[in-house]
């Protein structure tokens, strides 16, 4: 897991500026002996049902922290599922579930509490699942019997199970539709404990992994818990906005998108208001010819880079959610490859960070910008040459042979002393298995050079990576078996010269 303690993000997802000015820090806290009784009572308890040393061991450390909070949770994992032999930072960072809990402690605390300074307990202690012979009702005895010796403060509970210990059943709190329910008890005399139902943090963080809302649920529901250490009982108003959310059906899966797919919702993530998309993958139609596909293809990409220079230009019209959904499941899990990945991690998680909200605002859209297929060129040799916007040799290269080889292909159909058929099959086919070949070098070569791009110069690499994709595209279309005999010559012409277009916008660039 990423260790976020910058508070602009958590749970991996980037925080508006409305909710990062929500979490208080909360008073100190300190231990009292009903903390070492409860550490007591977990370590017979797991010694009684011949529990690995190590398991225990880890349980105390959970438990370990002040009595203030405690957060229970429903069961710990199984041995192979994790890692019980690591120590205790890395046994909570390799589970995602425990580091889900520690990044809500520390943001809703201004970084004071963390994991190590709460107490977590599960409501089947030792007891990863109906296998194990442990009773339910002894689990239920043991966390009743800790609760009564810490007296907390603040009880956040993130299950729904029925208790079988009949003290425990005041601790039941309905939990339907992801609602936060409050109560106060009396436990252990006049003491004042704060009930509150939440809901697992495994569903935000796995089972619904696509789905950034509830990890915006959770984040409300954990700084209205803590906040409740300096006198403050009140859930954030937006929150109810963000729990009709996560009612919602659908869309919980983590499936690959088809490589339409993955482009055209990101950019709908980035355009549009978080909860309007519409599902389903762009349509591809079986009749389409290679030449409709590979142009649908190049106007999503086209698109996508579109968005994603203008949210690098330092655009706050954006909303948070969607640029969340973004970068956790349609950049991440789709992009691995782009040679810019990294920086448009970092350029999303930053930039969703610093717009006001989680909705984009009224004024959101991209601006208007002449498209390259209507750029109006001459005949005549592009000029300008002498300007080299890459700095690359390499490149400036690869791309002037390009541009040469395009040239003459531009000669040879337009000439007539040239036959028809030995234009077609062989001068045009050399020149155009060349001019492919130049373009997929001249592709590797761009994407080692924007690799390494700082984000300060995203926006430019982002347009490169934009004509280099473009560039790729019609190269795909040209070196087609049947490219020669089947498109029409006034159609090769004018896939030359855009080709030429993109070649020079790019070396400029």
């Known amino acids: 897991m990423i260790d976020n303690h910058n508070y602009h993000i958590c749970l991996g997802i980037p925080i508006p500026l409305s909710v990062r000015a929500l979490p208080r820090t909360p008073p100190a806290s300190f231990h009292h002996l009903g903390d070492l009784s409860s550490l007591q009572a977990l370590k017979d308890f797991g010694e009684e049902f011949d529990v690995p040393c190590d398991e225990i061991d880890h ?27 690591h120590p205790f930072p890395r046994f909570v960072g390799c589970c995602k579930t425990l580091w889900a809990v520690d990044e809500l402690i520390r943001f809703a605390t201004n970084g004071a509490r963390s994991i190590h300074t709460v107490t977590v307990l599960d409501a089947f202690s030792f007891k990863p699942n109906d296998k194990s012979l442990i009773p339910d009702e002894r689990c239920h005895q043991l966390l009743a019997e800790i609760l009564r010796a810490k007296k907390p403060k603040v009880v956040i509970r993130c299950h729904r199970d029925e ?60 700084i209205a818990a803590f906040a409740e250490l300096s006198g403050v009982s009140q859930l954030h108003e937006d929150a109810e906005e963000i729990r009709q959310l996560c009612t919602k059906k659908g869309k919980r899966d ?6 339409w797919g993955a482009p055209s919702y990101l950019t709908a ?15 591809e139609f079986a009749d389409w010819s290679e ?14 880079y579109d968005w994603l220079g203008y949210l690098a230009g330092q655009s706050r019209t954006f909303g948070a959610l969607g640029i969340a959904e973004a970068v956790l499941f349609l950049w991440k899990e789709h992009f691995e490859t782009n040679p810019l990945y990294e920086q448009v991690t970092t350029l999303l998680l930053f930039r969703g960070s610093e717009q006001q909200g989680w909705f984009p605002t009224a004024n959101h859209k991209l601006p208007i910008t002449e498209e390259l297929s209507k750029f109006q060129i001459s005949s005549s040799e592009f000029p300008g040459w002498t300007t080299m916007g890459l700095h690359s040799p390499e490149i400036f290269e690869v791309n002037k042979r ?77 070196k087609g078996e049947n490219y020669c005999l089947d498109e029409p010559e006034e159609k090769r012409y004018e896939d030359f010269t855009l080709l030429r277009v993109y070649l020079q916008q790019l070396i400029s660039a």
């Open 269 to 283: 993530a980035l355009e549009r208001r978080y909860g309007d998309l519409q599902g389903g993958d762009p349509q």
């Open 254 to 259: 983590g499936r690959k998108l088809s490589s």
């Open 402 to 478: 390009a541009v040469v080889c395009i040239s003459n292909a531009l000669a040879l159909e337009e000439g007539e002393e040239v036959g028809k058929t030995h234009l077609v099959h062989t001068c045009c086919l050399a020149a155009y298995n060349e001019i492919a070949d130049l373009i997929d070098t001249q592709n590797s070569l761009v994407d080692e050079y924007i690799r390494t791009s700082p984000l300060t110069q995203l926006s430019r690499a982002l347009k490169i990576q934009k004509l280099a994709t473009q560039c790729i595209l019609l190269a795909k279309l040209i």
């Open 163 to 222: 208790y079988r210990d009949p003290w425990m059943k005041q601790f039941e709190l309905p939990g339907e539709e992801y609602k936060f329910v409050r109560t106060e008890l009396r436990i252990g005399g006049n003491h004042r404990t704060v009930l509150l139902q939440s809901f697992h943090p495994s569903l935000a963080v796995n089972n619904a992994a696509r789905r950034p809302e509830y990890r915006c649920l959770l984040i409300y529901h954990f």
């Open 59 to 85: 349980a105390c450390n959970l438990a370990s922290g002040p009595a203030d909070v405690v957060v229970i949770l429903e069961r710990p994992k199984t041995r192979t599922s994790h890692k019980y032999g």
């Open 291 to 304: 030449r409709e596909r590979l142009g649908e293809e190049a106007k999503i990409l086209s698109t996508m």
